[in-house]
């Protein structure tokens, strides 16, 4: 069994990785580096998009975040 670890991405992951680097018009290997990836990785996801394979699955999901105020010190 090997000693490596495995990362497992979310599609919604890797949807935005594709989007990102279509609109910087950047080199891939670039994007790649500056998230950790492996370029093969984000060449295999810009391909499955192309594809239609690889299509953000949207939810009705609604995150909050609540906002706290912090006491003045007067």
């Known amino acids: 069994m090997s000693e490596e670890r495995v990362v497992t991405y979310s599609t ?3 949807v ?3 989007a990102l ?3 910087l018009k950047v080199d891939t290997t670039t ?7 492996h370029p093969v990785m ?3 996801w810009r391909q499955e ?3 239609g394979k690889l299509v953000e699955k949207r939810s009705r999901r609604i995150g909050m975040t609540k ?3 912090i006491p003045s010190s007067n």
């Open 49 to 51: 998009s192309r594809e």
């Open 31 to 37: 994007i790649a580096n500056i998230i950790g990836l």
């Open 21 to 23: 680097t279509n609109q």
């Open 12 to 14: 919604e992951f890797k």
């Open 42 to 44: 984000e060449y295999r």
């Open 67 to 69: 906002i706290t105020k």
């Open 16 to 18: 935005r990785v594709v």
